[in-house]
């Protein structure tokens, strides 16, 4: 095999035909023949001198060396295509898909979205709410919005959030403590997962839970946000996070006394691949938001 990559056509008509497993199909899709599409194929193969496919009588079927190299020619032909747009064609319209932790979506980001949209109003968001590592990793979004430790070594992150907790609860709880001891007089709200919690909070002040002390656990903000909201107790988060309630009276803080956490909230996204244009403009955006250009 020579040092020099493949033709182009002969890898777009592999793509198709791998995609599609079906040499017909691939050919209406290429507006080729079959035999066209059959003999770039055989071309290609000759070229690696491996078989990218079994044939039998009336299917075809990847070889393991095929599905090892499709993925490969499939993310090459996407940063070509993608390279060729953001270099030769203007931002007029596209979009871009960002995965979000849902309570930073609900919370922080979709109330800042309008601005946005009026800056870019042929831009298209397709925002997909995900909460675990794992749902982030197995996604296709180009950005993602998380909450972690920052702890991603194949990422480029930059925090969004001060890491820093403080109790957040009604107002009209709020007005009855006046010290950290107060929030043992009410129900605790925790997020499952989340570290520090209540507990880590209160031993900052040589205190701890009594063994009938209520503790609500949930497995996201978005639903001890409105519990607090609604008089169920105290929840810890971060100021910024809840800026929006605080300014219309759902929420107070009754304390100053905050927490540091390793924590945060974070804009991720990978170092090996190359942000598409719609991307650049929505990092950059979020950056302005949060003062970091």
């Not at 095999?1 to 777009?12: D, E």
């Not at 309570?103 to 800056?119: D, E």
């Not at 430790?149 to 194949?154: I, N, S």
């Not at 002390?213 to 946000?225: E, F, G, N, P, Y």
Request: net charge neutral.
């Amino acid at each position: 095999m020579s040092n020099n990559l493949p033709p182009l056509n002969w890898l777009r008509t592999f793509e198709v035909a791998a995609r599609e497993l079906n040499f017909t199909v691939a050919a209406r899709e290429l507006n080729m023949t079959q035999s066209a599409v059959s003999q770039q194929v055989r071309l290609l193969e000759d070229y690696l001198n491996e078989p990218l496919f079994n044939r039998a009588a009336r299917q075809i079927n990847l070889t393991k060396r095929g599905r090892a190299y499709l993925p490969v020619v499939q993310s090459a032909l996407r940063e070509l295509q993608r390279g060729t747009s953001d270099i030769f064609l203007p931002l007029k319209g596209g979009g871009v898909t960002i995965e979000v932790n849902t309570a930073l979506s609900i919370f922080w980001l979709a109330p800042r979205l309008q601005f946005f949209t009026v800056q870019y109003p042929n831009l298209a968001l397709r925002i997909i709410n995900a909460n675990w590592d794992s749902e982030f990793s197995a996604g296709s979004a180009e950005l993602s919005l998380r909450h972690g430790t920052g702890d991603w070594p194949e990422l480029d992150f930059t925090r969004l959030i001060t890491p820093k907790l403080r109790p957040y609860c009604s107002p009209q709880i709020a007005a009855q403590i006046h010290q950290p001891s107060d929030v043992l007089q009410w129900p605790l709200l925790d997020v499952i997962g989340n570290l520090p919690d209540w507990r880590t909070w209160l031993a900052q002040y040589h205190l701890q839970p009594s063994s009938t002390q209520l503790i609500h656990k949930t497995d996201s903000a978005v639903t001890t946000v409105p519990m607090a909201i609604n008089h169920c107790g105290l929840c810890l988060s971060y100021d910024e996070l809840l800026a929006p309630q605080v300014a219309t009276g759902q929420l107070a803080a009754p304390l100053d006394d905050y927490l540091v956490t390793t924590e945060s909230y974070f804009l991720v996204h990978r170092k090996d691949r190359p942000l598409s244009k719609a991307a650049e403009v929505f990092k950059q955006w979020i950056l302005m938001e949060i003062g970091k250009v």
